[in-house]
């Protein structure tokens, strides 16, 4: 275990002043203005729909190319000045029944403008038209791919939000178990890695988050894998998986979030396995506040702090052997 691994939580002071409050609740009324429109009259593409208009197209100037990542529906994205020898494989969040790389695009670009690396956005299927597991096979097709196109695991790192950090840490442990050449990194923002929502902080939370509750939560955990489907399977909730072998992993996530302990208690996993770990706990933040570099500072922040880790987990150096 390295000395980062070893090292308590990073938590970022919270903004004082009435401009701080008025960015972050700029951004909760965006999202539950979306949320309260929402019946169950209201269909899932409907939803989908409503999800991608939420963010909008992004003001960042990049280029993006569509293509078939090995038979997954996915996506170029890279900003001026990004490097091509150098590849972000990112998965969308949404509870894996909404969301895409369009609704995910503006926070794309920027990671990619941060690390200097180009990116690839995952259209992974999505349920309930495509229930557990196929996501999980979706995202380690898309992976693969990367490799078949000749590129270094060491200059990969994989990123996801929400539903695609779980995504994320779920194809890093079936492509270890299948005994392929694993990334360099991993970065996991709002990670929701339990669809049990068994940690303390759906209680303890419940109060200071403002959109995401245990009832709904557990609600698309049974919509993604269906009636049959095992919450505690380690791929469908990687909190329950070996996390032996795994990549370095940045987690960063708000502490106002009721799933902060699926977060929390995976660096403490992912420790006790070794794993080379740093964890960030935002002060006053919410769910994937990197989603919102207009209105918080801290997503600014947020994401260069990510740049700054990427940039150091693909290092040249890595890969010339």
């Not at 009259?41 to 409503?50: A, F, I, L, Y």
Request: net charge neutral; charged share 25%; hydrophobic share 40%.
């Amino acid at each position: 275990m390295t000395a980062r691994a070893s090292r308590e939580p990073r938590r970022t002071p919270r903004q004082s002043g009435a401009g701080h409050h008025r960015g972050v609740q700029s951004v909760i009324d965006r999202v539950r203005k979306v949320y309260r429109s929402w019946n169950r009259s209201t269909t899932v593409e409907q939803m989908r729909k409503d999800w991608d208009e939420l963010f909008g197209p992004g003001e960042l100037a990049s280029q993006s190319a569509p293509v078939s990542a090995g038979g997954v529906d996915a996506r170029w994205i890279q900003v001026p000045g990004a490097r091509n020898d150098r590849t972000l494989l990112y998965f969308h969040g949404g509870g894996f029944q909404v969301g895409s790389v369009r609704s995910h695009y503006e926070l794309i670009a920027r990671l990619s403008q941060a690390s200097g690396c180009r990116a690839l956005g995952v259209n992974y299927r999505l349920a309930p038209e495509h229930r557990f597991p196929a996501a999980v096979h979706d995202a380690c097709r898309a992976y693969q791919w990367l490799l078949d196109q000749g590129i270094h695991p060491g200059r990969i790192a994989v990123a996801g939000d929400s539903a695609g950090a779980g995504l994320a840490v779920s194809a890093l442990v079936a492509l270890r178990d299948q005994g392929r050449p694993l990334p360099a990194a991993a970065v996991l923002m709002s990670a929701w890695t339990d669809l049990t929502a068994s940690g303390e902080s759906y209680a303890g939370r419940a109060e200071a988050d403002p959109i995401h509750q245990r009832p709904m939560i557990l609600a698309m955990a049974r919509n993604y894998l269906g009636e049959s489907g095992d919450p505690r399977d380690p791929l469908a909730s990687p909190l329950f998986a070996d996390l032996k072998g795994l990549p370095p992993m940045l987690i960063q996530v708000g502490d106002r979030e009721t799933v902060l302990d699926d977060s929390r208690v995976l660096a403490l996993k992912a420790r006790a396995a070794g794993v080379d770990v740093q964890l960030e706990v935002w002060a006053g933040m919410i769910h994937v506040f990197q989603q919102f570099p207009a209105e918080l500072p801290e997503a600014v922040r947020a994401i260069a702090s990510i740049g700054r880790f990427l940039d150091r987990h693909m290092a040249d150096e890595r890969t010339d052997t």
